[in-house]
């Protein structure tokens, strides 16, 4: 049999009642106190609270130990015992082996009477006042909103007290309906195949939001190069252009199309960003916004028109783009640095640095062709981000600030790497190339060396010999000094002549070719 004398805990669950019946719990107290009984009262001072308590319950099955205070709660007599002056009860003997165990023997101290009186007093003047049935029923349910253990229960013990991964799945929405019938939400059909008109034949506000969004995405739809689509869109046009007769205009053209018509627009100034997304799912393989970017006295307010290509799936025919004479800023090369056909772009003259060079390294699958001229902030900084640009046939660096050891790098990546490139290079490193005959022996015949790797094998005698050459058509060069200075000034020379033919060879391939 299970002894329930100590109690159990639950630590989580300060309501936890263990599922032990009262005649289970009487039995078990009776068995422990027939075992003190027989042991002759050994152990009494450690069994006093245990002897005192259940000789409180025992005798309250008892009907004769108690007196005629009764209390009526929830249809049910509760009886309240009753205890002599000397500490016993008013329980009968008996001496039948069965039946309780008479506790009259065992006196029970002061001190254990006097609260064990207060307490049955304070139990029965509580149950006398209590209002009926109402105010003793109880609920049942569960502990918590969230499935835990009953009220009562023993709570569930885990080990597992680390944190969770909280997995999102997205699912598109689309929306269905027709006349008359509310938009639910769907994962059928495109937005582009249903039905938004109500009763009175008009778009709702849901249907317009999808169409602006799917803009938005997508482009609005051009149409194509036929009269009646050309024709469309020139009504269009008019629409975001009025006063300026553009309908007019544009019938005075021979041939139209959406080119000529882009073309038309760009060389009047007239591509601000609202006309430049009616072409943005058109297939035009060339842009020009110099005159629409153009600050013309101060009149001109279409500096938001780049961002335009960086839309999604816009301009993905655009081949050639020129912002030539217009301020831009460096930051302003990740609006087409995405373009996946753009071959050709022409940024000269417009106050770009070195950031603007390294922001288009992007394009370096398409851009063949690249002009920067007249941008004194590129400098020899921006030379890698050059060379990452591989695809290059034609780059211009007219007027920057790139000088000789730029562009002595450029041009050896060039040579080693086999590649064929047009350049134009800026006028101070053309003056240079043209004054080389003038800097060191641009010829040395033996036993003069060229090849700088070998100067560390030369003697002194050797080192000497070939910066005294050298010298002799530069009076700036030092012949004379310690074997392993010398070894070192000439083969800096000799380096330093290597990549100028180098350049040389470049520059005037590109002069034959221009002649």
């Known amino acids: 049999m299970l002894h329930y004398a100590v109690p159990s805990v639950d630590e989580d669950n300060p309501l936890y009642c263990p599922s032990v019946s009262a005649a289970s719990y009487l039995q078990s107290l009776r068995h422990q106190l027939h075992r003190t009984k027989k042991s002759g009262g050994k152990n009494r001072r450690n069994n006093r609270?245990?002897?005192?308590?259940?000789?409180?319950?025992?005798?309250?099955?008892?009907?004769?130990?108690?007196?005629?205070?009764?209390?009526?709660?929830?249809?049910?007599?509760?009886?309240?015992?009753?205890?002599?002056?000397?500490?016993?009860?008013?329980?009968?003997?008996?001496?039948?082996?069965?039946?309780?165990?008479?506790?009259?023997?065992?006196?029970?101290?002061?001190?254990?009477?006097?609260?064990?009186?207060?307490?049955?007093?304070?139990?029965?003047?509580?149950?006398?006042?209590?209002?009926?049935?109402?105010?003793?029923?109880?609920?049942?349910?569960?502990?918590?909103?969230?499935?835990?253990?009953?009220?009562?229960?023993?709570?569930?013990?885990?080990?597992?007290?680390?944190?969770?991964?909280?997995?999102?799945?997205?699912?598109?929405?689309?929306?269905?309906?027709?006349?008359?019938?509310?938009?639910?939400?769907?994962?059928?059909?495109?937005?582009?195949?249903?039905?938004?008109?109500?009763?009175?034949?008009?778009?709702?506000?849901?249907?317009?939001?999808?169409?602006?969004?799917?803009?938005?995405?997508?482009?609005?739809?051009?149409?194509?190069?036929?009269?009646?689509?050309?024709?469309?869109?020139?009504?269009?046009?008019?629409?975001?252009?009025?006063?300026?007769?553009?309908?007019?205009?544009?019938?005075?053209?021979?041939?139209?199309?959406?080119?000529?018509?882009?073309?038309?627009?760009?060389?009047?100034?007239?591509?601000?960003?609202?006309?430049?997304?009616?072409?943005?799912?058109?297939?035009?393989?060339?842009?020009?916004?110099?005159?629409?970017?153009?600050?013309?006295?101060?009149?001109?307010?279409?500096?938001?028109?780049?961002?335009?290509?960086?839309?999604?799936?816009?301009?993905?025919?655009?081949?050639?783009?020129?912002?030539?004479?217009?301020?831009?800023?460096?930051?302003?090369?990740?609006?087409?640095?995405?373009?996946?056909?753009?071959?050709?772009?022409?940024?000269?003259?417009?106050?770009?640095?070195n950031e603007a060079i390294f922001l288009l390294v992007p394009l370096k699958r398409s851009l063949t062709q690249l002009s920067i001229g007249s941008n004194p902030g590129i400098d020899d900084d921006a030379v890698p981000a050059l060379l990452l640009l591989s695809k290059l046939s034609f780059l211009s660096i007219l007027d920057t600030s790139i000088y000789m050891p730029g562009l002595r790098r450029l041009a050896r990546t060039i040579y080693y790497e086999d590649r064929i490139i047009d350049i134009e290079i800026p006028s101070s490193c053309e003056e240079y190339v043209d004054d080389m005959h003038n800097k060191y022996a641009l010829d040395p015949r033996p036993p003069l060396v060229t090849d700088p790797e070998v100067c560390a094998l030369l003697s002194a005698a050797a080192l000497q010999r070939n910066l005294a050459a050298h010298a002799a058509i530069n009076p700036g060069i030092v012949a004379a000094g310690g074997k392993a200075e010398m070894a070192e000034r000439l083969r800096a020379l000799l380096e330093m002549r290597r990549m100028d033919l180098l350049v040389r060879d470049m520059f005037r391939g590109v002069e034959d070719d221009g002649v």
């Open 49 to 353: 609270l245990l002897q005192s308590f259940a000789r409180v319950l025992q005798n309250a099955l008892l009907p004769d130990a108690y007196d005629s205070s009764e209390a009526e709660t929830h249809g049910k007599t509760v009886f309240i015992p009753n205890f002599n002056a000397d500490g016993r009860s008013r329980t009968p003997s008996t001496s039948s082996e069965d039946a309780p165990p008479n506790y009259s023997a065992y006196p029970i101290p002061a001190w254990e009477l006097e609260h064990e009186r207060d307490f049955w007093n304070a139990v029965k003047g509580n149950l006398v006042g209590y209002g009926g049935p109402a105010h003793l029923k109880r609920k049942r349910g569960s502990f918590s909103d969230i499935q835990g253990p009953p009220k009562y229960a023993r709570s569930i013990q885990s080990v597992h007290d680390t944190s969770f991964d909280v997995t999102v799945k997205h699912e598109k929405l689309s929306y269905s309906g027709g006349p008359g019938t509310p938009v639910e939400t769907k994962a059928v059909a495109s937005p582009r195949e249903l039905d938004f008109a109500d009763k009175d034949g008009k778009s709702s506000d849901l249907a317009q939001r999808v169409r602006d969004l799917e803009d938005r995405l997508y482009g609005h739809p051009i149409g194509t190069e036929s009269p009646r689509g050309i024709h469309s869109l020139i009504e269009r046009l008019d629409r975001i252009l009025p006063g300026i007769r553009l309908k007019e205009r544009l019938s005075q053209q021979s041939r139209l199309s959406h080119q000529s018509i882009v073309d038309f627009l760009g060389n009047n100034g007239y591509l601000n960003a609202r006309v430049l997304s009616v072409f943005r799912t058109s297939e035009v393989h060339w842009i020009t916004l110099t005159d629409s970017l153009s600050d013309a006295n101060g009149l001109n307010l279409c500096a938001d028109i780049l961002p335009t290509f960086s839309q999604p799936n816009s301009f993905l025919f655009l081949s050639e783009l020129s912002l030539r004479d217009i301020a831009i800023q460096d930051f302003d090369m990740i609006y087409i640095q995405h373009l996946p056909k753009l071959s050709t772009l022409l940024l000269d003259n417009t106050a770009i640095s």
